[in-house]
């Protein structure tokens, strides 16, 4: 793609002055290596070739890859050509740094968020805050662990993982509806390893997935380290717009679609009995596989309608973890789904983490999940954010700021700007005051929500978040441009 | 690969009568399908350039492609021709089953023993029991954590992994020579998840690896699952043959060599320094990185040359876990790289883990690594490792086998077999009486290993496994076949 692009700036350009030639040609092969067109080892275009195929004179091209080799990015092998070096860049993961001149990519607001200072304040992350969690319960379930047999505390546990908690999340699946048994679910360290373990045994590079239209930023960039082609499907707040996700299933042919269908991320929305029909009907119809992501399910006042319920988990998994009801810090997450996959997943995850769930952290979450304590946190836990998504949105629109829906449970608000605000201004202005916020673009596969903004209620209780909005809304921010943090606004 | 020798295949026997002939094309589009030459949504050839390419008749590929459409592997559609079906299998991972009827494959040994009864005797495991880790420092580590700041019980930690215990690993590393600061490590849940971001980072499908021969088999496994080709480097009680990793190195082009210099899995073999800098040379002639792991370098009574010191992390990347020395079932390893390939790690591992090793697992391994209890531990591991792999080296010898090797730490011992056995044979049996091995194929790119066997001295306290060794070689075993459990021996 840059390769390409690249190419094409160069055929424009080539009657220019012979050092801007240079430079295109340079421009060109750096382009293809950056998109890895060319990786390190591959044999460079002849010099007649490249020449001919960019209208530049031999000298021109000689010039330019002899700037590469100084560079380091090439180097000429005597008698056998000009071959790139060993300089492999993961692709198509976007070039990274942990500072706030990196660009709004899908790993913007992880990076900020997962990295943030101690002191700053969160309102983009995707996680509750520590006094939010039932702290006290993990307390004693890790002090139960100190008691805990010999094996539990060293081994790595079955390639399965833990059959106590398949066997208890069996049970919470089968109130659901989805009657499966403990061998049809794979215990693995998160819900995003989960994803990933279903993506390499479901996908090659250049297939095309679908996901929804805004999405959880780490599905785009799980997606691109599969190196696959992604569509995106429009929101509606009744889930993704079927008569779209129909059209695109048919026009691109696509391996799988993974969505979130409880309280889903970031807008809030809630699958409709009649819309998750129509999507399962035409994944049958294109021989789709569905992966949905229930990792905030047990926000929900009342459970909506499961597409891995209502298809038995013929085509859809299920994937989930305990990060955002209990602790993000025991790692441990799941895949529900037939087990002739299960039992493929199981040598994947073998073959790539040898073993994901570790015994200790399954056992936290068994003793977390099976203490009477858990329905008591989670009843707690929706009445507070009930009112937070109440106080926090009332607040926004006070700021100009528009619900785009009103979503029954979780702790994400999807807003839309004031008028001609643009959110990755806003978001970078913020952080020179230590707020870190979403800008909706990073969930967004066609870059369409340049003028929205996850809010998380629960990490917004910092005054501070408060006066980083009303500075950054009060003039029209300059789009794209971090505001200086001394020069007065234009 | 496997579609390729079916087709050879379906040209020789074109001439056998029609019957055949069609198994003939039906076999032939199972293996493209098998090896994912075709995948879910591929269209099939059409009937008549198939029947030419194959020799057949038109009628006998209707023939074939109704069988296979038949049993759902493949679907006409009307008008538009003859598609594969959603029949995703990982490739190139072997079909996998977790009984005993499953190929002798690089999942043998870890599905065999991850998955064994809890009465199972487990010589073919590659970890320590219970009984021989500090249960105890685990549990007073886990009654510290009960303690934790808030953050550590609930949140994700950041994505480089916590500070401390990085801080800890690199003053570790600079006593071995190896200097440098905590921003050039990244935390991760296990070694293999680390070398599979290193994957991830550095290779493409169809690039070559080096490995060792034999070596770990979730080497092959993971090398697999990445869809790489794998060239096999003899293995010399010094290490690597560094003249045939030279030619290799010229012959392939391979972008990675993935090796563990400290107590080589299986041979137990140490790199002597000549041998370190002959491959370093060569993977500096040929642009290869080197992925070093260094599971077992505690083991060591004291330390052998390491590639990642010598080279400074030019082109080593080191890796490691604590899984073998504390416990497997805290889940936490390490990549030590240069800081700018760890930046480009950080977010593959977002991308596909989003915090690979969370701040719990990270506090307890930085308590059982500070507390002055490690060192104590591991001195009396290596003492007592030491007297077992003489005893236990002994007895196998009286047994008939021969080691390949003398090694200086460690838990495994490379045997060969008594003349004329077959170690899958004889593994395949010892598994009707509850004993897993590892027979030395597994560890084999080259399936040069057939007549060897890797055993841990710590796992075969229990007698069961010497009464199975002891029948199971009685017998010359037949070659391949697992011994009916009745049946008197041939």
Known sequence: MASAAHTVWARKVDKKAMGSRTNTVVEAIRGRIAARALVAGDRLPSIRGLAASLGVSPSTVVEAYERLAAEGLVRARPGSGVFVARTAAPLPLPASSGHAERAIDPFWVSRQALDADPGASKPGCGWLPPEWLPTDAIRRALRKAARADEATLTDYGSSHGSLPLRRLLARQFAGEGLDIGPDAILLTASGTQGLDLVCRLLLRP??????????????????????VAVAGVPMTPAGPDAARFTELAAQHRPRLYVTNSAIHNPTGASLSPAVAHRILAAASQHEMTIVEDEIFSDFEPE?????A????????????????????????GFIAARPDWIEALRDLQIATSFSAAGPLGAAIVHELLSEGGYRRHMDALRRRLSQARRDVGERLEALGFTLWTVPRGGFNLWCELPEGRDAAALARRALEDGVV????????????????MRFNVAQMSDERVWSALASGLAPPAASGQPAARCSPPP
């Open 437 to 452: 916020l979403a800008p909706g673009d990073v969930f967004s596969p066609s870059h369409g929500a340049g003028t929205f």
């Open 303 to 307: 459970p909506s309608p499961r597409l």
């Open 206 to 227: 250049g297939d095309t997935v679908l996901v929804d239209d805004p999405c959880y930023f780490n599905f785009r960039a799980l997606l691109a380290a599969h190196r």
């Open 309 to 332: 319920a209502l298809d038995g988990l013929e085509r859809v998994l299920r994937i989930g973890s305990f990060s955002k009801t209990l602790s993000a810090s025991v790692r441990c």
